[in-house]
């Protein structure tokens, strides 16, 4: 997982739990965590040697605010689950990328949301734009989630731009013919019920990369699901969402209660979306491709 929120124990930590929560159900699992707009591109290099665990001298850019830990565990759904920090390599070259990801046996990858931008380009963002085209292009399950989305839209090849303002609510998620059909958005439903999803965001995808399809919009939001294609056209299980499946109620409870978001902002979360379920829904699309 590229873990972009550390700073941010509730959407950060916590969110990250409620990704992993459907995979606990389902067996044993385990999560390794990279942090690459707080770790040196000098560290990257030694992750050309295989998997290595993260030091605090690796992450010369950490946020103080939130304690660094190389490693812990969680009771999640009657499992210990391991959370480890890995070095990432910081280099823009897919190839490499997916070898590596190959060489530490890494099932699925997921990328999160993140404060930063990828209107307002950092250094760090290129080798994670590999990493995600990498992973998705090599069919490996991989989904970004708010910034993870519009990072791999970017990565291929889409416009993003900021709006003026943010966007925060509960939508109802408009799907193409496409995405009707879609094993992660609408798996869980059978009846042609709405799928709503809870959106915090400024960032924009304003098209669709050439290698994607368009799996749903909002009233908000035109590019607010896309599946990735193999150049045969044949659909990879590699998906970029605009909202957030991992903000379960506890968590933007805990998120106010901690001064994280506004009140505006948690006024705007109140109802019910299909976060969990479309986790659950990648939990198990990630257990048919180890099968």
């Known amino acids: 997982m590229v873990d972009l929120l550390v700073e941010r124990a509730a959407f950060g930590h916590g969110g990250n739990q409620e990704v992993i929560k459907p995979f606990a159900a389902r ?12 770790q040196s ?8 040697f295989g998997e290595f665990l993260l030091t605090e001298e690796d992450v010369p850019h950490w946020n103080d605010e939130f304690t660094f830990w190389q490693s812990t565990t969680v009771e999640l759904e009657g ?3 391991s959370f ?4 990432m390599p ?24 993140s404060r930063r931008n990828v209107s307002i380009w950092e250094d760090w ?12 292009n090599a069919g490996r399950p991989t989904l970004g989630i708010c910034f993870g989305h519009q990072l791999l839209c970017h990565a291929l090849g889409a416009t993003i731009e900021r709006a ?5 609510g509960i939508w109802d998620l ?42 749903c919009s909002t009233s908000h939001n035109g590019v607010t699901a896309v599946r990735v294609h193999a150049d045969n056209g044949d659909a990879l299980p590699a998906w970029g969402i605009q909202f957030h499946p991992e903000a379960a109620r506890a968590r933007i409870d805990r998120a106010y209660g901690w001064g994280h978001i506004t009140e505006e902002e948690y006024s705007s979360f109140k109802g019910e979306h299909d976060g969990a379920e479309i986790l659950s829904s990648f939990a198990r699309i990630v257990s048919q491709y180890q099968a």
């Open 174 to 215: 408009d799907l193409t013919n496409n995405g009707s059909n879609d094993e992660l958005l609408t798996s869980h439903v059978s009846d042609g019920s709405c799928v709503a999803g809870l959106f915090t965001h400024k960032d924009h995808v304003m098209t669709v990369p050439e290698s994607c399809s368009l799996l």
């Open 79 to 81: 499992k210990t689950v």
């Open 41 to 48: 591109f000098e560290a990257g290099e030694k992750a050309e």
């Open 90 to 113: 910081m280099y823009e070259d897919d190839e490499k990328m997916a070898n590596w990801l190959e060489s530490i046996g890494v099932d699925a990858v997921v990328c999160s949301g």
């Open 125 to 136: 963002m290129g080798p994670t734009a590999s990493l995600l085209r990498a992973s998705s």
């Open 27 to 38: 067996g044993e699992v385990e999560l390794l965590l990279v942090t690459p707009q707080m």
């Open 164 to 168: 003026d303002s943010l966007s925060s």
């Open 84 to 87: 480890r920090r890995i070095v």
